[in-house]
């Protein structure tokens, strides 16, 4: 009898320990490795891949870019409002992020439409208070279509890997990217399934505490 | 006496054969609109027919039964300009699928008969009455 209890405890936190949620997000993508020259010696250093620098109009003509960013976190996905296919998905699960930490000054949502020539910035805004967001962290960006393209090609989807030989192939993907202060991409979720937004919103937590130790 | 007895089982046994051949036919209806709502509405409408926000309207309401041959036209033909769901004013954009009149009537019975409703099965007959009088 205290035998079987035993082997039930044991087995209970064997099955506990294999289940430990990760406690740092890992850093995502490839490593560049550079040369460095110090003191005359050459030394070789990898960095992480970063996004690039950027500057986008929000629904309210406010200009975001680096400076802003600086010391947030973010999400950043791609769509445009008459999507008629992933869109609304990814909108209805980005309003579960955006309703828990809409007042959390480290963080930001950008969505970047990809269809400039029809999402207007009148239209982002129109949009934006259709979907009930005034007043938060969540940017709906307006950019020329190059670039979107380039920002999306060049820094987001490299990582996740995405075939973007495809014009606007990318997009499809339905990716939510977060990323750091420091610009790394430290995780990349399906932004149409329901359990990844989940993992998302439990990761989001352990990256904001990151942040605010090292501020 | 025997004939009788046959005519009391006969009486006795149509109505739940009907009953049942008709709650047969209300669920193939019902299998049958869920699979073209998963495959054709399930992106706006969303899985729980909530819709999004103020942009996209719900389908798990009551509007689709008391409007049902309003509904059965838009299903039909799209749905642009605006439009008052739930106390909730819409302006967007539904586009239009070439559906038969069978696959209306199993999507509009799938609509009334998911998410806590409970409407009996809309008929072919039902819809092509319906596609009549589209605005």
Same mark, same amino acid.
């Given at each position: 009898? #205290? @035998?079987?209890?035993? !082997?039930?405890?044991?087995?209970?936190?064997?099955?506990?320990?294999?289940? $430990?949620?990760?406690?740092?997000?890992?850093?995502?993508?490839?490593?560049?490795?550079? /040369?460095?020259?110090?003191?005359?010696?050459?030394?070789?250093?990898?960095?992480?891949?970063?996004?690039?620098?950027?500057?986008?109009?929000?629904?309210?003509?406010?200009?975001?870019?680096?400076?802003?960013?600086?010391?947030?976190?973010?999400?950043?996905?791609?769509?445009?409002?008459?999507?008629?296919?992933?869109?609304?998905?990814?909108? #209805?699960?980005?309003? $579960?992020?955006?309703? #828990?930490?809409?007042? /959390?000054?480290?963080?930001?949502?950008?969505?970047?439409?990809?269809?400039?020539?029809?999402?207007?910035?009148?239209?982002?805004?129109?949009?934006?208070?259709?979907?009930?967001?005034?007043?938060?962290?969540?940017?709906?960006?307006?950019?020329?279509?190059?670039? !979107?393209?380039?920002?999306?090609?060049?820094?987001?989807?490299?990582?996740?890997? /995405?075939?973007?030989?495809?014009?606007?192939?990318?997009?499809?993907?339905?990716?939510?990217?977060?990323?750091?202060?420091? #610009? $790394?991409?430290?995780?990349?979720?399906?932004?149409?399934?329901?359990?990844?937004? @989940?993992?998302?919103?439990?990761?989001?937590?352990?990256?904001?505490?990151?942040?605010?130790?090292? @501020? | 006496?025997?004939?009788?007895?046959?005519?009391?089982?006969?009486?006795?046994?149509?109505?739940?054969?009907?009953?049942?051949? %008709?709650?047969?036919? =209300?669920?193939?209806? +019902?299998?049958?609109?869920?699979?073209?709502?998963?495959?054709?509405?399930?992106?706006?409408?969303?899985?729980?027919?909530?819709?999004?926000?103020?942009?996209?309207?719900?389908? *798990?309401?009551?509007?689709?039964?008391?409007?049902?041959?309003?509904?059965?036209?838009? +299903?039909?033909?799209? =749905? %642009?300009?605006?439009?008052?769901?739930?106390? %909730?004013?819409?302006?967007?954009?539904?586009?239009?699928?070439?559906?038969?009149?069978?696959?209306?009537?199993?999507?509009?019975?799938?609509? *009334?008969?998911?998410?806590?409703? %409970?409407?009996?099965?809309?008929? +072919?007959?039902?819809?092509?009455?319906?596609?009549?009088?589209?605005?």
């Amino acid at each position: 009898m #205290k @035998n079987s209890i035993l !082997i039930i405890i044991a087995v209970f936190s064997l099955s506990c320990s294999s289940i $430990r949620k990760k406690e740092v997000l890992p850093v995502l993508g490839r490593y560049e490795v550079i /040369e460095k020259t110090i003191d005359g010696k050459k030394t070789y250093d990898s960095i992480p891949h970063t996004i690039a620098d950027f500057s986008f109009l929000n629904q309210d003509s406010m200009i975001v870019d680096n400076d802003f960013l600086k010391g947030k976190a973010y999400i950043a996905d791609f769509f445009f409002t008459s999507c008629p296919t992933i869109c609304p998905t990814m909108k #209805k699960q980005l309003l $579960r992020v955006f309703d #828990k930490y809409k007042h /959390e000054k480290d963080f930001a949502i950008l969505s970047h439409t990809i269809d400039p020539k029809h999402d207007t910035i009148p239209l982002l805004k129109d949009f934006s208070e259709r979907l009930g967001v005034t007043g938060g962290n969540w940017h709906f960006l307006y950019g020329t279509q190059e670039e !979107i393209y380039s920002i999306g090609e060049k820094s987001y989807m490299l990582i996740a890997g /995405e075939d973007s030989s495809a014009p606007g192939g990318y997009i499809h993907s339905g990716a939510f990217i977060l990323v750091d202060d420091q #610009k $790394r991409v430290r995780g990349i979720y399906d932004g149409t399934d329901v359990d990844q937004v @989940n993992i998302l919103l439990i990761e989001l937590d352990l990256l904001l505490n990151e942040i605010k130790s090292r @501020n | 006496m025997k004939s009788k007895a046959a005519i009391s089982i006969i009486l006795f046994i149509t109505p739940i054969f009907v009953a049942c051949s %008709q709650d047969v036919k =209300l669920k193939q209806y +019902i299998a049958k609109g869920e699979e073209l709502y998963l495959a054709n509405c399930i992106h706006c409408h969303q899985a729980d027919g909530s819709g999004l926000a103020a942009v996209i309207p719900p389908v *798990n309401s009551d509007f689709s039964i008391k409007n049902k041959a309003f509904s059965i036209c838009v +299903i039909k033909n799209g =749905l %642009q300009g605006e439009i008052e769901v739930e106390g %909730q004013t819409y302006n967007g954009n539904m586009p239009s699928v070439a559906f038969t009149d069978l696959e209306l009537a199993e999507l509009i019975t799938y609509l *009334n008969n998911s998410w806590g409703k %409970q409407e009996s099965i809309t008929t +072919i007959s039902e819809v092509e009455d319906a596609l009549k009088n589209c605005r």
